[in-house]
């Protein structure tokens, strides 16, 4: 998936929008589904992987992967932590379901951000959240 930034790059260079809607036919109407295939994809991961280190119940997180159940913001963020993603691919994925994006100013969200840059697993997010008094990510 490509960023906006590249994508405000295309609009920018472009003569006519029919040459901008050609050139982004890939970067628009994105589903979870296929955003989520995708990472998978680029990061040689395996389903079952993900899903354990992702604390998620394991049916309920291939409905997810199978695009049967729409997952809340937290279970987004749990499958993002099994991934193993960074701070960029989880802000996409979130806006990609229609999610806010982590926001710096807001405490849970700062803890959040803390930990993926700091490569810690779920079970250390939530530990830390539990520390600073902030519901845990399930």
């Known amino acids: 998936m490509k960023s906006t930034d590249d994508l405000m790059n295309l609009l920018k260079s472009k003569d006519s929008y029919k040459d901008v809607t050609e050139a ?7 589903t979870l589904v296929e ?20 604390g998620i119940e394991r049916t309920y997180a291939y409905q997810i992967l199978r695009g049967e159940k729409v997952p809340s913001r937290d279970k987004l963020l749990a499958l993002s932590f099994g991934m193993k993603l960074t701070l960029e ?30 490569g810690q697993d779920i079970i250390e997010l939530n530990e830390s959240l539990f520390s600073v008094d902030e519901p845990l990510v399930t």
Request: glycine residues 2%; without cysteine; positive net charge.
């Open 89 to 118: 691919e989880v802000q996409a994925l979130l806006k990609t379901n229609g999610y806010a994006q982590l926001y710096a100013k807001n405490r849970r969200d700062s803890v959040i951000i803390f930990a993926l840059n700091k």
């Open 35 to 54: 955003y989520l295939i995708q990472l998978i994809a680029e990061k040689e991961l395996k389903k079952s992987e993900i899903i354990a280190r992702s």
């Open 24 to 30: 982004t036919s890939d970067f628009l109407d994105v």
